[in-house]
């Protein structure tokens, strides 16, 4: 039981990994970025979260485990969303572009 | 070794911030600057093993950062000029005054370092509560024994204080009934992704602060963390639909009842003894004790906070003088 726990936390792992790499990848737009950002906070977290449920076996701790996955697996998509959307909707177009988002854009 | 390695530079790090959050002049950079110095706080708070403060340290943060944002999205979306960020000019301090000062701080810092006491002060009073607890107050939670049992009087004086801040911000702040804002008060008020997120997500956190509250006597956790989770679905709500449709009277008048029958329990349980005489130290009647204790002090949190939210939101400004006084601040 412990080794497919191993197992599914060293996926998590791996895509984490491939997340932070994504992140700090040299010329990427805002959007890009934030698609992977996302994708470390959903995919990894929340195989980590099942790895460690399935560690401890059946206890108080793995329905607690349970509750948390559900409120990544339904959280975070949508803080990533939100983000998205606040700067699509103050004008921020960075298509080609790969600097951080500019203060002035969020001031009109 | 490490663990104390990852303290230290989490502490450099909480200087760095401090010292942004002081001589930073963008008042939306320093409100999310604020909320990192408590995320890191709270951090170091669970490095030293104190998880209840470090869950109220990342609670409170959570709710100021959304709390200070929302009012100044209010502040600017009335005035004429919109959101031009706060561009008071950081005075020059010359380098005569500086240097004196500095020279001041840091001897004062030498000195302390000097003279910093080594080895723990007295402490019986400490040892005497960490082993009697369990049989004076019940729980296993020293926190909450402490809290509830051997400082009971403090956490009066506290509940009077939370009372008296609501109070005053009843009373000094303008606001008529018609002045309520209708329509939209948020971008997200259309959003049927927020509204599923929402439906979903605010039974967790209320499972949270049941399970906090009712918990708070045998781990981490307590009467105010609860409260703080139940004001935080109401933050949830004013996002997604709005929370100018709850009766705002009822529940100050509910947080005045509370805090009655927040002094009222420990009269009979604690300061006069009558439990005591009648029951004997029983650990049923001192569970029971905790338990209503920390779901009054809770539902007291919540009803406070919300009120203060509810009233930062909804405050109405008088027209003529705040606009003045707008423009002094901007010139």
């Known amino acids: 039981m412990s080794i497919l726990a191993y197992i599914v ?29 996302c994708k470390i906070d959903t995919v990894g977290l929340l195989t980590l979260g099942i790895g460690l449920a399935i560690y401890h076996g059946i206890s108080f701790f793995t329905g607690k485990m ?22 699509s909707r103050s004008g921020y177009d960075s298509i080609g572009d790969s600097t951080d988002v500019d203060e002035s854009a969020g001031e009109k | 070794m490490g663990g104390f390695l990852a303290e230290l530079l989490l502490l450099v790090f909480l200087v760095l911030c401090a010292l942004y959050i002081v001589f930073s002049r963008k008042i ?29 340290e990342a609670g409170i943060s959570a709710f100021t950062t959304i709390f200070f944002i929302v009012c100044l999205e209010k502040y600017y979306s009335r005035g004429k000029d919109g959101r031009n ?24 810092f030498a000195l302390f370092i000097l003279y910093a006491p080594t080895g723990y002060p007295y402490t019986g009073l400490r040892d005497q509560y960490l082993r009697m607890f369990m049989r004076d107050v019940g729980g296993e939670n020293a926190v909450t024994a402490i809290y509830l049992g051997y400082r009971v009087y403090d956490t009066l004086f506290e509940a009077l204080l939370l009372v008296t801040a609501v109070v005053a911000v009843l009373h000094l702040s ?11 008060h948020s971008e997200l008020e259309d959003s049927r992704m927020a509204k599923f997120t929402m439906r979903i997500v605010c039974p967790m956190i209320l499972l949270f602060g049941m399970y906090l509250v009712l918990n708070g006597h ?42 009655v029958f927040i002094v ?13 005489h ?24 919540a009803f406070g906070f919300f009120v203060l939210f509810y009233r930062y939101v909804a405050v109405e400004r008088l027209p003529e003088e705040d606009d003045t006084e707008d423009v002094k601040e901007a010139g």
């Open chain 2, 218 to 259: 045998i781990s981490a956790g307590g009467g105010f963390l609860g409260g703080l989770a139940f004001a935080l679905i109401l933050i949830c709500r004013f996002f997604v639909v709005g929370i100018f449709d709850l009766p705002i009277k009822k529940a100050l008048k509910l947080e005045e009842i509370v805090f």
């Open chain 2, 174 to 184: 303008w606001y008529s009934e018609a002045a309520v804002p209708d329509g939209r």
């Open chain 2, 85 to 108: 960020e706060a561009t008071a000019p950081v005075p020059k301090v010359p380098l005569r005054v500086l240097l004196p000062a500095i020279l001041f701080v840091s001897g004062l």
């Open chain 1, 66 to 87: 349970f509750l948390i996955v559900i409120m990544i697996l339904v959280l975070n998509p949508f803080v990533a969303h939100i983000v998205a959307r606040s700067a």
């Open chain 1, 9 to 37: 936390m060293g996926i998590g792992v791996a895509f984490m990994l491939l997340g932070v790499i994504g992140i700090f990848k040299p010329g990427k737009d805002f959007y890009y970025r934030i698609l992977v950002a």
């Open chain 2, 264 to 276: 009222i329990l420990p009269i009979f349980a604690i300061f006069t003894g009558v439990v005591y």
């Open chain 2, 28 to 56: 939306y950079r320093v409100i999310i600057f604020f909320a990192v110095f408590s995320l890191i706080t709270s951090v170091i708070y669970l490095f030293l093993g104190a998880p209840d403060v470090a869950m109220a």
């Open chain 2, 278 to 301: 009648f029951w004997g130290n029983s650990v049923l009647f001192q569970t029971i004790y905790l338990i209503a204790m920390n779901a009054l002090v809770g539902l007291k949190v």
